[in-house]
């Protein structure tokens, strides 16, 4: 069945240190990718996609690229800073479903400190 | 900012009384969708519509019963719930909910239940 794998948390990090949150992925067919960002007592925001192999997804400084030999989709910031804080999700919607179905990971809380 | 809107923010409920939770989007979006999250869990989905009909409902007790009044309303009815069925509630929703082509689904702010 589909599934995501995400490294367990929390991440502990100082401001303008590197972050990689892992995530692989099992699916059949050609899964989309998704990065959820879910801050203290809000909903999940999309932080970015890939729909497609070698895609990489950008926004607000973080990245991750779709890698199908190795079936993983890592988030990656050059420099973290105290207000992205928050747990990222991890998840992948798989073509063959009928509807928009996410599969997610268990999530990943970020910690920055000053 | 979210472009869907949930109603309330914060519901506290008696387990023998009836509520209902109250959903948004003027995206022009086809599929909606309900959520429950847990703390520290990952959302769990429980109800899809598509184009205002319902299209996965996975094995949700039937104190909860949704309705999707027209393509840019999505209720949720809650009648003689449980304390374990306090948790956050998620609306959503999508472009196109029946073709599987990874479609971006946009997530309200959240309602969040407590049952007492």
């Known amino acids: 069945g589909n599934s995501v794998t995400q490294m367990e948390g929390p991440v502990t990090l100082s401001e303008e240190a590197f972050l990689t949150i892992n995530c692989t992925y099992t699916?059949?067919?050609?899964?989309?990718l998704f990065w959820y960002v879910q801050y203290p007592g809000e909903g999940l925001q999309l932080l970015l996609k890939a729909t497609k192999a070698d895609d990489k997804g950008s926004n607000k400084g973080f990245e991750a690229t779709y890698r199908k030999e190795t079936t993983s989709f890592h988030l990656e910031k050059g420099s973290v800073q105290v207000s992205d804080s928050a747990v990222y999700f991890c998840?992948?919607?798989?073509?063959?479903?009928?509807?928009?179905?996410?599969?997610f990971g268990t999530g990943t809380r970020l910690q920055v400190f000053p | 900012d979210t472009e869907v809107t949930q109603t309330p923010k914060h519901l506290v409920m008696g387990m023998t009384n009836k509520k209902s939770l109250k959903c948004e989007q003027h995206?022009?979006?086809?599929?909606m969708y309900w959520y429950k999250q847990k703390a520290k869990k990952p959302p769990e989905l429980m109800f899809v519509?598509?184009?205002?009909?319902?299209?996965i409902n996975e094995s949700v007790p039937s104190r909860f019963s949704p309705e999707c009044p027209n393509s840019s309303l999505l209720n949720l009815h809650l009648h003689a719930l449980q304390p374990e069925d306090s948790a956050l509630y998620l609306c959503?929703?999508?472009?196109?909910?029946?073709?599987?082509?990874?479609?971006?689904?946009?997530f309200g702010e959240g309602s969040w239940l407590t049952v007492v």
């Open positions: 959503a929703s999508s472009q196109e909910g029946n073709r599987g082509a990874g479609n971006t689904i946009y």
């Open positions: 998840a992948l919607s798989a073509a063959s479903y009928n509807t928009d179905k996410l599969i």
């Open positions: 995206m022009g979006h086809r599929a």
């Open positions: 519509y598509s184009y205002e009909k319902l299209s």
């Open positions: 699916a059949t067919g050609y899964p989309s």
